[in-house]
């Protein structure tokens, strides 16, 4: 089954959420990775506000290829970026900052599992690499914010219209796609151990 | 003659065609990963990586926003008078902005982007003098996605083929759906600790579908393969039955009291690119195939 969702999302939304689904969303979506994260902790702990709005947005790990053809930027290309890199970060933004989904590759660690559970937050995987096809989805450009970050460290406004295919890989029930694969390849390792002549 | 002009052109037309189009090796296996795959989430993500390959080929656009830093293999016939380093920085320079690529070199310190992939030793060239009168360019455009999950040890020579294996079987378990599988696997043995390292990223030059011309290194590539594929990673992580699409080793003689290994670890968009540039100024582009 594939639904599809509008940001920013309601808690309504994202808690109806079960991992393996597949979604589509319409809506913004904002880019943000390593230096996203550490520069809005870094503006909230002093005080500042940070030029965009998180609650109920789509965070989408990625540093796209962006190109300006006269006023406008257009977007290239916008795979996601390894999601586990934000691990140290993700606990305490989603915390203070309450957004609805966080898209990425490769899924989070436990404490952000946690953490979107108790503040209502989704993992959302998108295929890696395929940037492509994630940028035919990215329609338009609405701005972009911290520039000074670098192209792919910058927070760029997007317009989503039918973004996706998306998969549930983390929910706010506390399961996690990811580490269901983790698990089955500990019970697979014997077996390949034993194929490769190694102890077990 | 060979102008230097002639080398910044030819450099800029490689990195497109290498950002845009995939070696022929490479998407087989992937269509292979594709029809051997039966649930409905690792067929997802092949047939979205399927599609977006073909979407890259009809826009001429870079199949994944990350197209690395550009690191160059370059063998000069005898003699070279020009100045191919200055036709190479100056082409990774204009394909930033004109394919375009994106500006990922940074500095490793204060991280500013100078926003044209040049800096300090970067690109990076490794350099030959072959025997034939052309100059051979390949180039690799990697993502950090994949790098970042790439491992080297110093074993004891007791170890021996045990402890490889050993360490190549934990640094994939340890990478996960992290490096965008299924992953292609570049090994390096022997050597010096920067040889290995350098043997792992050559490894990933060679063609998916040829093996190593020593039978028992041959023979270890295609085991490994295997055994890795039963692991159940699968496409981007979330299970199936490809992890990875191609494992290839090379080696060096090493020091006797000594056994380094080296995994290079590369994404599903394996992207290599070799061009000649003949005599007469001709630029003749070999990999990705047209």
């Known amino acids: 089954m594939t639904k599809r969702l509008k940001t920013p999302l309601s808690e309504n939304d994202v808690r109806s959420l079960n991992v393996g689904e597949a979604i589509y969303l319409d809506g913004v979506v904002y880019t943000g990775r390593d230096e996203v994260h550490i520069h809005a902790l870094e503006y909230l702990e002093k005080g500042k506000n ?6 109920g947005a789509a965070l989408f790990h990625c540093g796209p290829i962006m190109r300006k053809v006269g006023e406008e930027w257009e977007v290239v290309a916008a795979g996601p970026t390894t999601s586990s890199r934000m691990n140290s970060l993700e606990p305490q933004f989603i915390e203070k900052f309450r957004p609805g989904a966080i898209i ?8 952000t599992i946690d953490a979107m559970k108790q503040y209502g937050c989704v993992y959302l995987a998108i295929t890696g690499g395929a940037a492509v096809l994630a940028a035919k989805g990215l329609k338009s450009v609405s701005g972009v914010e911290w520039y000074e970050l670098g192209m792919p460290e910058a927070v760029w406004i997007l317009n989503a219209e039918n973004f996706g295919p998306l998969t549930v890989g ?6 996690s796609l990811f580490a269901d694969v983790s698990d089955k ?4 390792e014997p077996a390949v151990r034993e194929r490769l002549g190694l102890k077990k | 003659m060979v102008a230097e002009a002639d080398i910044q052109s030819a450099v800029v037309e490689l990195l497109r065609r290498t950002v845009v189009k995939l070696p022929s090796d490479v998407e087989e296996a992937l269509e292979r990963a594709l029809d051997a795959e039966v649930d409905e989430t690792p067929t997802m993500q092949l047939k979205a990586i399927m599609e977006n390959i073909k979407l890259a080929g009809e826009g001429n656009t870079p199949m994944c926003q990350d197209t690395g830093v550009t690191i160059f293999y370059v063998t000069l016939p005898k003699n070279c008078e020009i100045d191919v380093e200055r ?13 375009p690529l994106r500006p990922n070199a940074v500095h490793p310190i204060t991280r500013k982007n100078p926003g ?13 003098v072959g025997s034939n009168d052309f100059i051979e360019i390949t180039v690799m455009t990697k993502g950090a996605g994949s790098e970042n999950m790439s491992q080297m040890a110093m074993l004891t020579p007791s170890q021996g083929v045990k402890g490889i294996k050993e360490f190549i ?3 994939v378990v340890r990478a996960g759906g992290n490096p965008c599988p299924p992953m292609v696997l570049g090994v390096g043995i022997g050597g010096s600790s920067d040889i290995c390292m350098k043997l792992a990223k050559q490894a990933l030059l060679r063609p998916l579908n040829e093996r190593h011309k020593d039978p028992e290194i041959a023979g270890l590539e295609t085991e490994l393969l295997e055994a890795l594929n039963m692991l159940g990673i699968g496409p981007m992580g979330l299970g199936g039955k490809t992890t990875a699409i191609g494992l290839n080793i090379e080696y060096a003689y090493c020091h006797t009291a000594s056994l380094p290994v080296a995994v290079n670890v590369q994404c599903w968009a394996a992207r290599r690119g070799t061009m000649r540039i003949h005599p007469d100024g001709r630029s003749e582009f070999l990999t990705p195939e047209e």
């Open chain 1, 50 to 55: 940070i030029p965009v709005d998180f609650k």
């Open chain 1, 185 to 188: 390849v500990k019970e697979n």
């Open chain 1, 104 to 111: 990425g590759k490769g899924g989070m660690s436990q404490p």
């Open chain 2, 116 to 128: 044209d992939n040049v800096g300090d030793g970067m690109p990076y060239i490794n350099w030959k």
């Open chain 2, 169 to 171: 079987l934990s640094t």
């Open chain 2, 87 to 99: 036709g190479i920085i100056d082409g990774v320079r204009r394909a930033t902005s004109e394919v």
């Open chain 1, 170 to 175: 983390i929910d706010t029930h506390g399961k």
